[in-house]
C-alpha cells in the first residue's frame, strides 16, 4: 500500500517562494533557454525555485554520470520487458519507448490551475455527452449548430437515448496541454476515448525513483502510485446498481497493439482479468467470459477497444476485435463500458472549439484552461483568414488525433499549402486551423550535455460521477527528442519524462523508497 | 481464470522447459566429446534423434556434427522447436498473460529469453559448456522464482501440469534415444567408454548424484528403472506423472466440476499403470514400444487438458 507520509513544515522552503535574496542562485552551466519558455530554468539560466535541488544534482555530476544513468534507466526499462517489436525486422529487435532522465517540475501553484482548469473542463464534457445524447438542450439553444454534431465522425447514433450508470460517460481521460512562450497553459485536445500512456507514468516514476533518490525525496514529489486503486474503485462505482460485487475486467485488441504493455499493466496492478474479444460471448444480453470453469458473467468493461470495433453487430461488420451483441447487453443495462461509447464526438476538433461554451452553457462559468483559438473552416470569414494565412497557421483534419495529417505552415512547402488550401475548399468541414504555438521546453539529456526540447502534458482524469472528477497529480510529459522540433508522438521521434508535482503542505509526498507500483 | 490465458499459462511452462532440456542435452554431449574426442559412439546424431526431427535437419543441414547440431537445436530461429525459438514462444505467451503471472517471472523470462537471443550468433562459432551452465542457471532461476513469488492457484497449476508433462516426455525421449543408440553395441558394455555414456545420460537429467548415492555402480536395469520409475528423483517419468496428475487433480478441484473430467481420468491411470511395472516388464516388453506408448499417452493427457478446460465453451 501506499506509504506517504504528511509534507513537514520546513518543507516550505522548497515551494515557490517570492525570490527573496537570500536565496544563493543556482545556475545551469553552459544550458540557454533560447529565448523559449523552459519548465525548469529562467531565461537568464537559474533555476526556478521548485527545481533548484535537482538542478544542483546535475551542476555536481561528473563528467560522462548523465549518460550513465540514462543508460542505466533504458536497461532497466528493457529487463522490465516495457518494449515494442519493431516492425519489418524478424529478428525480433525490440526497442524501449525513449525516456529522459530530467523530470518536469510543475509548482504547486501552477498545478493547482490545471487541476481546477481541468475539473471543470471534464465536468461540461461529461454534461454535454449527456446532453447531446439526449436532450439535446445546447443544439436546441443555438449554441452549437445540429449539423456540426451530426456530422462528427465520433457522433454515434446508437447511443441516442441513453443513460450510463451515474450519468457518466468519459470515465478516463487523457488531456493534452501544451504551455506557450509566456507559461500560459493551453488545451491541445481532450482525448476523451481511450487515452493510453499512463503506465508510463506509473513506470517512469518507479525508475526515476531508483536512480534520482536524493533529488527526487528532496523536491517534495506527489506521489502518483494511487491511480490504479483509484482506476479500479471508480470502475467498481460505475457498475450497473444491481450488481453487489461487479466483476470488472479489461479488454484488450491483443497483444499486437502498440499500448498493449499498458494494458496488461493496469490490469495486473487492479488484480482483473485482461480480456479480449474472443475471450467474451453476449447470451440473452448478458456479457459472460470463458473461464476454465466454464461462463462467468462481467460487469464492468474498461474497453480499450475503440468504438468502431466494439460490436461487429452495431458497428464495423469485419471486427474481430469486438464482441457481438455487446452493445445489445450495454442498452439493456447489463454491463457497464468505461467510456461510454460515443463519446469521441466530443474530440471532434470542431466540437472542441465550441467546449468553452459549453463550460458557460453547462456549468455557468468562465473556462479556466483555455482552448489554443481555432479557426472552422467551416464558417467564411474563418476560411478566409486560414487560406490567406496558411504559412502562419498549424491546419488538422477535424477527425483525426495523433498529430496525423497536418499541415505545419510555417515549416510547409508551397506546394503543400496550396494542396491543403484545395483540400479546405472541398471540404471544409474537416478542417480546423491554429496558430503556431512555441511550445515551451526542458533541460533534456543529449550525449551526457543538457539541451531544451518541446514538451506538452497528458494529465489522467478520472469521473466516477459528474461532480466527482479526479486528476492524477502528474501525467505524462512528452518530448519531442529532435532539436527544434515540435513532434511529441513516440512514433516520430518523441519520448517521455517523468512529471514532478510539487506538494503544498498538507499534502501527501512520494518517498523514494516507497513501492511504486 | 480465463480459458485463454490457462492454455497460454500451459504452453508457456511447457515451452521453457524445452528449452531447458535442450540446453541439458547439448550441454553434455559436449561435456562428453571434450573428455573423449575419439570415442567411437558418434554422440551427436541421437540428439537430433531425441527430437523427432530428423528429417527436417537432414534436409536443411545434412551432416550431424556438433556445429549443426548446435545451430539447429539451440539458435535455428525457423526451426519451431529450437531453444532459442521455445524461449520467443514462451515469452510471447507469458506476454499475452503478463497480468496473470508475477512480474518477476515475466521478467526472468524475459532476461533468460534475451541472453539466449544475443548470446547465438557468438556460440555458433565457438560453443562452450559455460553458455549452458548459464542457460541452466537461467532455468534454476525461473523454476524458482515461479514457484516462490506466484500463489498455486490455478494459473501455477497449469503451469506445473504444463512443465511436468513436457519433462516426462523428455525424459523419454533422451532415454529412448540413448538406450537404442548404446546398447546395441554389445562389444562396449562394461567398458570405460559405455561407462561414461551411461554416466552422461544421467547427467543430463541432472540424475548422475542421486544414482550414485543410491546404487554406486552403472548398471542398465537400474538406470533405466531409476529414469522411469524413481519415486522421488524430480526428473523421473514416474515422479513428472505424479506431479502432473496432483496439478491436474488441483486444477479439477478448483474449478467446482461435477463430474470426473477426462485429463484428470487419463493421467489417473496412466499414473497408475506406472505404478504397477517393473524395469523387467518394460525391457521384456522392448523399451522402444514402451517409449512410444507412453509418448503416446501424454499426447493424449495434453489433448484432454485441452478439450476440458482451453476449449470449453458454451455454458456449464
Known sequence: MQQSQKSAAD???????????????????????????????????????????????????????????????????????????????????????????????????????????????????????????????????????????????????????????????????????????????????????????????????????????????????????????????????????????????????????????????????????????????????????????????????????????????TFRKDSVLGVAGLMDAYRAGNVALANAPGTGVADDKVIYSFVPEM????????PILPNVPTYLCQRADDRKY?????????????????????????????EERSEFAAKIKKNPRNWIAQPTLQLSRVPTAIDDKLEGRHVDLRPYILCSHPNDVWVLPGGLTRVALKKGSLVVNSSQGGGSKDTWVVAESGQDVATASSPST | MLSRVAESIYWM????????????????????????????????????????????????????????????????????????CCLRAARENARGVRESISTEAFEQLNDFYHFVRDAGPSQLSQPTGEFFVEIRNHALMWTGVLDSTMSHDLGWQFLNAGRLIERADKTSRILDAKYFNLLPRIEDVGTAVDDLQWSNLLLAISGFEAYRREHHLMDIEKIVSFFIFHKTFTRSIYACVAGADWSVREIHKQCDAEFPSASSNQIASLRHRLQSMDVKEVLSGGMHRFIDDLQTQLNEIGQAIANDYFNAIGSK
Open chain 1, 11 to 313: 518543507s516550505s522552503s522548497f515551494s515557490p517562494s517570492d525570490g527573496s535574496s537570500e536565496r544563493t542562485k543556482i545556475v545551469l552551466p553552459g544550458y540557454s533557454t533560447d529565448a523559449f519558455y523552459d519548465e525548469l530554468v529562467e531565461a537568464n539560466g537559474v533555476a526556478r525555485p521548485d527545481a533548484e535541488q535537482l538542478i544542483r544534482l546535475f551542476q555536481e555530476m561528473p563528467d560522462g554520470e548523465l549518460s550513465r544513468r540514462q543508460q542505466a534507466i533504458e536497461r532497466l526499462l528493457y529487463h522490465m520487458g516495457i518494449t515494442f517489436t519493431v516492425y519489418n525486422d524478424k529478428t525480433g529487435t525490440e526497442k524501449i519507448f525513449p525516456f529522459d532522465v530530467v523530470p518536469r517540475i510543475i509548482s504547486s501553484m501552477l498545478w493547482k490551475h490545471i487541476e481546477a482548469g481541468l475539473r471543470q473542463r471534464i465536468s461540461a464534457l461529461n454534461f454535454f455527452l449527456c446532453d447531446v445524447y439526449n436532450e439535446q438542450n445546447i443544439v436546441k439553444e443555438g449554441i452549437i449548430p445540429e449539423d456540426l454534431i451530426k456530422s462528427a465522425p465520433g457522433y454515434l447514433e446508437a447511443c441516442q437515448g441513453l443513460k450510463p450508470f451515474n450519468d457518466v460517460w468519459c470515465h478516463i481521460t487523457g488531456t493534452d496541454l501544451v504551455r506557450d512562450n509566456s507559461g500560459a497553459v493551453y488545451v491541445l485536445e481532450d482525448n476523451l476515448r481511450c487515452p493510453s500512456g499512463v503506465s508510463y507514468v506509473l513506470q517512469n516514476r518507479h525508475v526515476m525513483k531508483r536512480n534520482f533518490p536524493q533529488a527526487f525525496s528532496a523536491s517534495n514529489v506527489r506521489p502518483v502510485n494511487n491511480y490504479c486503486s483509484r482506476l479500479f474503485q471508480m470502475l467498481r462505482d460505475v457498475a450497473p446498481p444491481q450488481v453487489s460485487d461487479p466483476t470488472v475486467v479489461i479488454l484488450t485488441p491483443g497483444i499486437y497493439n502498440s499500448a498493449y504493455y499498458e494494458h496488461s499493466f493496469l490490469a495486473q496492478q487492479m488484480g482483473i482479468e485482461l480480456v479480449e474479444g474472443r475471450d467474451l460471448v453476449v447470451d440473452r444480453d448478458i456479457v459472460y467470459m470463458r473461464t476454465v470453469a466454464g461462463l462467468k458473467r462481467v460487469d464492468v468493461i474498461y474497453r480499450r477497444v475503440d468504438d468502431d470495433f466494439l460490436d461487429p453487430k
Open chain 1, 359 to 366: 463550460i458557460r452553457y453547462y456549468l455557468g462559468q468562465e
Open chain 1, 386 to 414: 486560414v487560406l490567406e494565412h496558411l504559412d502562419e497557421l498549424v491546419v488538422k483534419p477535424a477527425g483525426e488525433s495523433g498529430g496525423y495529417g497536418l499541415l505545419i505552415g510555417p515549416h510547409s512547402s508551397k
Open chain 2, 13 to 84: 511452462g511447457r515451452q521453457v522447459e524445452r528449452a531447458e532440456n535442450l540446453a541439458r542435452f547439448l550441454e553434455v554431449t559436449l561435456q562428453m566429446t571434450l573428455e573423449h574426442p575419439d570415442t567411437l559412439v558418434d554422440p551427436w546424431t541421437p540428439l537430433v534423434e531425441v527430437t523427432g526431427d530428423q528429417k527436417e535437419f537432414a534436409a536443411r543441414y545434412g551432416r550431424a556434427d556438433p556445429q549443426n547440431v548446435v545451430q539447429f537445436l539451440g539458435f535455428d530461429r525457423d526451426y519451431s522447436s529450437s531453444m532459442v
